[in-house]
C-alpha cells in the first residue's frame, strides 16, 4: 500500500472519517434511534398501525373469499337444478316426439289403405259405367225384331180400363 503523508491526511475527507471511527458510530445510531423514536410517537399519536391495518385487510379479503365461494356453491347448485330440469324437461319433450311420430306413421298407414280403398271404389264405378254404357250401346244396336214388345196390347189395356171403371 501506499501511504500518503499526514498533512496530505488532514485534507483529505476519508482520512478524516477514518481517524473517528468511534464518533462517527456513535452518530448513526443516534440518528436511528431519533428516528426509531419518532416513528413510534407518529404511530401513537396517529393511531396508524400498518401491521394491524394489514392483518385487518387480510381477514377481509379472507371473508370475501369464504363469502365468494359459498356463493360459487350456491349458483353451482342452482345451475346443477336448472340442468337436471332442463334434461327432464327434453326427456319428456322427446317422449312427446316419439309419441307424435308413432302416431304419424299409424295415420299415413291409414291414408295409404283409404287411398288404395278410394282407388279400388274408382275402378270399380269405372268398370260399372263401362259395363252400362256397353250394355245401352248393345241394345240400341240390337234390331227390333229381337226386342221383346213391352207395350201390351189394345185388348189388354181395355180391359183394365173397364175393370177400373166398375
Do not use: C
Not at 473517528?20 to 448513526?28: D, G, H, K
Amino acid at each position: 500500500m501506499i501511504q500518503a503523508p499526514f498533512g496530505e491526511a488532514k485534507t483529505n475527507g476519508m482520512a478524516f472519517i477514518g481517524s473517528q471511527p468511534v464518533a462517527l458510530a456513535a452518530a448513526a445510531l443516534v440518528v436511528m434511534v431519533v428516528g426509531a423514536g419518532s416513528i413510534a410517537v407518529w404511530r401513537a399519536y396517529s393511531g396508524a398501525f400498518p401491521e394491524q391495518d394489514r392483518a385487518v385487510a387480510v381477514r377481509q379479503l379472507q371473508i370475501r373469499a369464504v363469502q365468494a365461494s359459498e356463493q360459487l356453491v350456491e349458483k353451482t347448485t342452482a345451475l346443477e337444478l336448472t340442468q337436471q330440469e332442463s334434461i327432464d324437461q327434453l326427456q319428456v319433450v322427446q317422449d312427446q316426439l316419439q309419441t307424435i311420430k308413432r302416431l304419424l306413421a299409424t295415420q299415413q298407414t291409414d291414408t295409404k289403405r283409404l287411398s288404395d280403398q278410394v282407388g279400388e271404389l274408382t275402378a270399380a264405378v269405372d268398370r260399372l259405367r263401362q259395363s252400362f254404357a256397353s250394355t245401352q250401346s248393345q241394345e240400341a244396336s240390337a234390331p227390333p225384331s229381337t226386342r221383346k214388345n213391352k207395350t201390351p196390347s189394345h185388348k189388354t189395356r181395355d180391359k183394365r180400363r173397364t175393370s177400373q171403371a166398375r
